[in-house]
């Protein structure tokens, strides 16, 4: 009985191995401000996804005769001159400004991600040859590229987030070709190669899951930019257009009246703030978590 209770002890004293996920997990469960910015952006991506059933009206319901309102007891954001409740088009405006977020920054991860890839893993002047093309892009003017896209082809929906993705892969690029340098010279790639994988294997199934610690900590930091610039080109009137809205609009919307109705302004402000201050402290989170050389315990 004694020898069988010390072999359970021993056991015990040999806990098995964490994942890295396992362990960066555990790392940022103790950043409560990166927790607690994970948790308002789910609050928030819950109640934009299930805003057609839980806004206090419908998208389209206006009022002339309210005409501007400050926040009261039936529209808690208050409405705009249009007699249309804030609170609903914030709500709507989150689902534009999230999709853009989400969806630009998708565009610019794939095309970041593999391109950076394959030049990081090719080398020589493939190498040279692509990141030589990253560089000429950077050097021209993003918004200027985006206007004229914009004009040239339209105001859509589907353009603002090719546009904006499109723009926005370079530096990830960048990222992605330092970690996959460094990744190539390790053993697990050499045995990849010595038992006759494929170029494009050894990148699909070993170089970019290895890599994507410091691309999900830059995605989550690309989102709040990709955001920032929707936010911008519809300030401009280049961006989402009636009758859908986006917080960016509505910012848009309350500057032109803000000394006399400053509502239309504060909370798609505020709403906007809250989701871009949620992912940095999110992404500074990561970051950390993500940092193989932390200690652990």
């Known amino acids: 009985m004694t020898s069988q209770a010390e072999n359970l002890t021993n056991i015990d004293q040999f806990e098995s191995g964490r994942s890295l996920w396992q362990d960066a997990w555990s ?31 419908s998208y389209e ?31 709507y405006g989150g689902r534009v400004s999230l999709a853009v977020g989400l969806i630009a920054t998708a565009v610019a991860l794939t095309i970041g991600v593999t391109w950076g890839a394959i030049a990081g893993y090719t080398g020589g002047k493939v190498d040279t040859i692509m990141m030589r093309l990253v560089d000429i892009i950077y050097a021209l003017p ?10 040239v082809f339209g105001r859509s929906l589907l353009l603002l987030f090719l546009a904006i993705g499109a723009v926005e892969w370079l530096t990830m690029a960048r990222i992605v070709r330092g970690q996959v340098q460094t990744l190539r010279q390790l053993e697990f790639v050499e045995a990849a190669i010595s038992i006759g994988l494929s170029k494009a294997t050894i990148i699909r199934r070993h170089i970019i899951p290895n890599a994507l610690g410091p691309v999900i900590v830059y ?33 848009s919307n309350g500057v032109e009246g803000m000394e006399e109705y400053p509502w239309l302004l504060i909370f798609p402000g505020l709403a906007l703030s809250i989701v871009l201050f949620s992912l940095n402290f999110l992404g500074d989170g990561l970051r950390d978590a993500l940092d193989v050389r932390a200690s652990k315990d």
């Open 27 to 57: 790392r940022l469960k103790r950043n409560k401000l990166a927790i607690i910015g994970l948790s308002l952006l789910i609050f928030i991506g819950l109640v934009c996804i299930l805003t057609p059933w839980i806004a206090p009206y």
């Open 61 to 91: 319901h206006q009022n002339l005769a309210l005409g501007a309102t400050p926040p009261s007891a039936q529209h808690w954001f208050g409405t705009d001159n249009l007699g249309r409740d804030l609170m609903t088009r914030v709500m």
């Open 142 to 151: 993003f918004m200027i590229f985006i206007v004229l896209l914009m004009v």
């Open 219 to 251: 995605t989550t930091l690309t989102i709040p930019n990709v955001m920032l610039l929707e936010a911008f080109l519809s300030f401009l009137g280049l961006g989402i257009q009636p009758p859908q809205s986006s917080w960016g609009v509505l910012i």
